[in-house]
T-cell receptor, first 113, second 108 residues
Framework: AAGVIQSPRHLIKEKRETATLKCYPI?????VYWYQQGPGQDPQFLIS???????DKGSIPDRFSAQQFSDYHSELNMSSLELGDSALYFC????????????FGPGTRLTVL | GQSLEQPSEVTAVEGAIVQINCTYQ??????LSWYQQHDGGAPTFLSY??LDGLEETGRFSSFLSRSDSYGYLLLQELQMKDSASYFC?????????WGAGTKLIIKP
């Protein structure tokens, strides 16, 4: 069965650089969620999209932005990177009318040096 | 505010039964979910309770009492591969509000 795809799997950036993370949801899933997870912490909800519109916003810094495209894939854009942005970034998807279960991608590990 | 409380760590022996409790206080509530996460891996869905009572899926069961704002995950016949972190999460207005996670350590 198809799963959520995230790219890249690993990313190393310098402080103040920008990064773009990509997420390809499971086919026919119209809702995408982004999470940030620091070491030993629970996933922190950043933002979600439904049918290409932002539906909910969590603890996403102003330096970050995201969008969902017509093919339902989503990108998380991160600018002016800080050391504290180093974390695992997960994308999850679900069908809107059955959103009890979120399907997570493998994550992108971002390291900011 | 919104909060979920679960133990930070639980230790059990292989073959035993363990229960991980979760209490919550959130402004919106549609149900309680449980996710498993191995070190370095992605969270994977285990169960969802939208109504009071027990849901059973193989060796795992989950319980919810909405009146007590309380739920638990029960793992039976523990196997070494069950060593992981377990998160309870409240489904609230199309968001998941996560607990801090319980690290389950299984000893042979």
């Amino acid at each position: 069965a198809a799963g959520v795809i995230q790219s890249p799997r690993h990313l190393i950036k310098e402080k103040r650089e920008t990064a773009t993370l990509k997420c390809y949801p499971i086919p026919r899933h119209d809702t995408v969620y982004w999470y940030q997870q620091g070491p030993g912490q629970d996933p922190q909800f950043l933002i979600s999209f439904y049918e290409k519109m932002q539906s909910d916003k969590g603890s996403i810094p102003d330096r970050f932005s995201a969008q969902q495209f017509s093919d339902y894939h989503s990108e998380l854009n991160m600018s002016s990177l800080e050391l504290g942005d180093s974390a695992l970034y997960f994308c999850a998807s679900s069908p809107r009318d059955l959103n009890n279960e979120q399907f997570f991608g493998p994550g992108t590990r971002l390291t900011v040096l | 505010g919104q909060s979920l409380e679960q133990p930070s760590e639980v230790t059990a022996v292989e073959g035993a039964i363990v229960q991980i409790n979760c209490t919550y206080q959130t402004s919106g509530f549609y149900g309680l979910s449980w996710y498993q996460q191995h070190d370095g891996g992605a969270p994977t869905f285990l169960s969802y309770n939208g109504l009071d009572g027990l849901e059973e899926t193989g060796r795992f069961s989950s319980f919810l009492s909405r009146s007590d704002s309380y739920g638990y995950l029960l793992l039976q016949e523990l196997q070494m591969k069950d060593s992981a972190s377990y998160f309870c999460a409240v489904n609230s207005n199309y968001q998941l509000i996560w607990g801090a996670g319980t690290k389950l350590i299984i000893k042979p």
